[in-house]
């Protein structure tokens, strides 16, 4: 059983940033894809980003492209998400995940959740 502990979230504003860090007690860390999804209210869980195991290839849903970045550290068994120029769309509670296999945009690959950590973004 892998256990996934999210932290960094807070209140913003609108065009401000701000980084999730999650980890993992695993020491098998870099066999796992690391996925952050986001689940606003009333709406269902949808996928943000992900980065596979030895960090080589990364995917970004359309709506954060170019402003949100996923990146991870193996040695610490940690991956982060860097978020910038947030609009109050982004609001959300974020989760991590971990998955050993399947497409890494899909809830359905992942095995290992995070509580969530909430994000707030104000006008």
């Known amino acids: 059983q892998v256990q996934l502990v999210e932290s960094g979230g807070g209140l913003v504003q609108a065009g401000g940033s701000l980084r999730l860090s999650c980890t993992a007690s695993t020491r098998a860390f870099s066999a796992y894809t690391m996925g952050w999804f986001r689940q606003a209210p009333g709406k269902e869980r949808e996928f943000v980003a992900a980065i596979t195991g030895s960090g080589g290839w990364t995917y970004y849903a359309d709506s954060v492209k170019g402003r949100f970045t996923i990146s991870r550290d193996n040695a610490k068994s940690t991956v982060i998400l860097e978020m910038n120029s947030l609009k109050v769309e982004d609001t959300a509670v974020y989760y991590c995940?971990?998955?050993?296999?399947?497409?890494?945009?899909?809830?359905?690959?992942?095995?290992?959740w995070g509580q969530g950590t909430q994000a707030t973004v104000s006008s």
């Open positions: 995940a971990g998955s050993r296999y399947g497409d890494a945009r899909r809830r359905s690959s992942y095995d290992y």
